[in-house]
């Protein structure tokens, strides 16, 4: 079985720098999806990015970019300029022909 | 995903009584999920469905039931709800391949 993981329980940064979220997964599968989501206090999660493994082009949304390292496994998630509207639980997450499986999640903090 | 309700939004209920929650979706997509969050565990997906009357089970379906009768819902019924099902419920929905989108999620309280 597919297995993802966080090995950050918990991470800071102040507001405006960057930071990097690590995330690995195990899997035998070549094609599949690779996600970060974002959960702040209202609970709601909020989809910040997606991979697909056979585009060798990181994935970029904003702020929000990817560091996709399909031989290794990993899959890392950095917020540049950070906000404090970033401080939230940040989940990644893989699927292939199965529903989402998730990490155990992130929580990251923003020093004012 | 302004597409995906749950109902209730909070339940405290009783050890022994069942509970249903009910995932109402406008969006059409064909897969449905029900997860569960704790502390500590992230997400872990109880039951989903593929299409109306077709569901299988998740990593952690003991004590859990599902039903689909309808395109658009879904719900998760536990029959005789235990302290430890205590916790935060979401739907959520997607196509075959693709990100799956959530519902706003049920606090549910087994006293």
């Known amino acids: 079985a597919q297995t993802v993981t966080q090995s950050q329980p918990e991470m800071s940064v102040q507001e405006a720098e960057t930071v990097t979220l690590s995330c690995t997964y195990d899997t035998s599968e070549s094609d599949y999806y690779l996600f970060w989501y974002k959960q702040p206090p209202s609970r709601q999660m909020i989809l910040v990015i997606r991979?697909?493994?056979?585009?060798?082009q990181n994935a970029t949304e904003n702020r929000f970019s990817v560091n996709f390292q399909k031989a290794a496994k990993s899959f890392s998630l950095k917020i540049s300029d950070s906000q404090l509207g970033d401080a939230a639980m940040y989940f990644c997450?893989?699927?292939?022909?199965?529903?989402?499986?998730f990490g155990k999640g992130t929580r990251l903090s923003v020093i004012a | 995903d302004a597409g995906i309700t749950q109902s209730p939004r909070h339940k405290v209920t009783e050890t022994g009584t069942p509970v249903t929650l009910r995932c109402h979706q406008t969006?059409?997509?064909?897969?449905m999920y029900w997860y569960r969050q704790d502390p500590g565990h992230g997400l872990r997906l109880i039951h989903y469905s593929y299409g109306v009357k077709d569901t299988d089970k998740g990593e952690v379906s003991d004590g859990y039931s599902v039903s689909r009768s309808k395109t658009e819902d879904f719900l998760l019924t536990l029959e005789s709800a235990t302290s430890s099902q205590t916790s935060v419920y979401f739907c959520a929905c997607g196509g075959g391949y693709n990100e799956q989108f959530f519902g706003p999620g049920t606090r549910l309280t087994v006293l």
């Open positions: 969006e059409n997509h064909r897969y």
């Open positions: 991979q697909e493994a056979y585009k060798q």
């Open positions: 997450a893989y699927k292939q022909n199965t529903p989402l499986v």
